[in-house]
């Protein structure tokens, strides 16, 4: 495999994104309490293969729309065949469900039907509008949970996913908006069907609920509200982008959920 080529797959695996899923993992095993370390490193490394088999696939949906909103990505820059990307997504989906088997067979079958919703999604689902956005922030909030499992307590990571996928569901919303111009003949996405104003006004409660739902955190430790006040920043800071119509806002809550991982571990440190 050439270099070249090689750089089309992370690419299209988006390897900083499924990096993100893994430090996630980490995130929700250290949240409920460690435990064995066999398990957790199965659930770390599944993290990665299933995020790069889920973004293969959208990218195989939606390389039409890719041709007019991202030409530079490797299905519609031509870098990559669709059959290649196809073939990739289908080992990165075994992959991920037999690492997430090494670390619990439940988490394995789990990991069955989180493939299944994945394909789902980009199949279908992404085209359902405000369906296709809870599904992905499902999805994207599961990492959590995988840490959890892993550790042996996933009842207690439940709370992570919880606060996690409304944040997940204004991003989905954020992208939508951004997206709209290219969206308008094959998707029926909030914005394209609702107008921005009611797709910002969505994604703007959406923050509300995160935010809310961090308060109990940040009142049981002052310390967290005080080290760490750049993650509702940049919340609000996404959001405000979203507001005036600036484009970007989608990688700045990316951000938020990394630094409110780190001040979590900073403060109980």
Known sequence: MSVRSTRAFLELARWENALIASLGVLF????V?????RPIGFAVLAALPLTAAANAWNDIADISIDRRAHPARPLPSGRLSVEAARRFAAFAALAGVLLASGADAWLGALTVAVVAL???YSNGLKRAGLTGNVAVALLASLPFLY???AAGKPVNALVLVAIAAPLHFAREIAKDIEDAPADADSRNTLPVTAGSELATAVLVASLIVFLLLLIPYVVARPLLARRAPSRRGLVVYAGWCVVKGRRGSPLVFKIAMLCAMGA???VHN
């Not at 929700?28 to 949240?31: D, F, K, L």
């Not at 309490?33 to 370390?37: A, H, L, P, T």
């Open 264 to 266: 979590f571990v900073v």
């Open 28 to 31: 929700g095993a250290w949240w």
């Open 147 to 149: 840490g959890g499992w």
């Open 33 to 37: 309490g460690w435990g064995s370390e």
């Open 118 to 120: 994945m394909y789902a």
